[in-house]
């Protein structure tokens, strides 16, 4: 198997998700095989085909079965989630996979934004568009014990571990989706592509990006009431905020002054709390 980390069926239906709302995986296409697939993933087949039927449920599947390997069905139209956010940091990520070199540091509340910009950029690779020799990503996020902020009931207290557990889970399955990403950059692309991961104990307040050390993007999180669908309770309001809408300003180094001094106390910023979150490293999301 080629993956020490023991991925859960839901981290292996989102990747695939991934792979078929970005177009990897087109109307008819076959995915791999069951075997290939729990090679790739370091699962066992009953891992995989769990992973499989969800995604046949969610119509996104036919002929899930145990012989022949399943086909993508014909998807509607559908606007991909964080598309709006989603298309802003692919067109910094496009510039910045122009260099040999790409490097890039984060700090976010969830993975949303720069998992669909990736795969995006993986895309973009597949296509011959873009080729660096490396790609290297240091992410920070909240970790599995990280005293989260929100997203929090405005007054269903019982609720609060129920919608913060939500929020738990999407980061693992966006952590999980860059992994396999930065696989197949590796795999199938022979690209040297890293991806580290460092646990927050708590929620930022803002989103940050630095690009190739060179180009710096901040976004902060606006908290306002939203009304979501909790299984078995039905909607519930709650207090969230949404990276996906929060717009990010552009700090370029080669812009000198005021614009050049915030890249390098981002980069500091970030270099910093990586170094800080080291002894938190062994938490396991």
């Keep these: 198997m080629n ?3 023991r991925h859960s069926p839901q981290e292996i239906a989102d990747a695939l998700r991934a792979r078929i709302r970005a177009g990897d995986l087109k109307k008819g296409d076959r995915l791999p095989t069951q ?6 993933f370091g699962v066992e087949r009953g891992t995989v085909r769990q992973a499989l039927r969800a995604l046949q449920e969610d119509g996104l599947l036919t002929h899930v079965t145990r012989g022949s390997p399943p086909r993508v069905a014909d998807l509607p139209a559908q606007r991909q989630p964080g598309q709006d956010a989603r298309v802003v940091l692919t067109s910094y990520l496009e510039e910045a996979f122009q260099e040999s070199a790409v490097r890039i540091d984060a700090v976010c509340l969830t993975a949303e934004t720069l998992m669909w910009a990736l795969i995006d950029m993986h895309r973009l690779v597949a296509a011959g568009k873009v080729r660096p020799a490396s790609v290297d990503v240091r992410c920070l996020l909240p970790g599995p014990d990280a005293l989260l902020l929100y997203p929090t009931p405005v007054s269903r207290t019982d609720l609060t571990d129920r919608v913060q557990q939500a929020l738990r889970d999407q980061i693992r399955s966006q952590k999980a989706v860059i992994e396999v ?26 989103k940050q990006y630095v690009l190739n050390g060179r180009l710096g993007l901040e976004g902060r999180y606006t908290i306002a009431r939203y009304t979501r669908e909790l299984p078995g309770e039905g909607p519930v309001e709650i207090f969230d905020a ?3 809408q929060s717009p990010l300003f552009e700090f370029r180094l080669e812009e000198g002054g005021r614009a050049a001094q915030c890249v390098q106390d981002m980069s500091k910023h970030l270099d910093s709390l990586w170094d800080l979150m080291a002894p938190r490293q062994t938490l396991a999301w």
Excluded: K, M, W
Aim: charged letters at 25%; hydrophobic letters at 30%; proline letters at 8%.
């Design 35 to 40: 075997a290939e697939l729990a090679d790739e």
């Design 242 to 244: 949404h990276g996906t």
């Design 3 to 5: 993956s020490s980390t």
């Design 181 to 206: 990403q930065i696989r197949s950059l590796r795999r199938d692309h022979g690209i040297d592509a890293v991806a580290d991961f460092r646990p927050l104990p708590c929620s930022p307040t803002v």
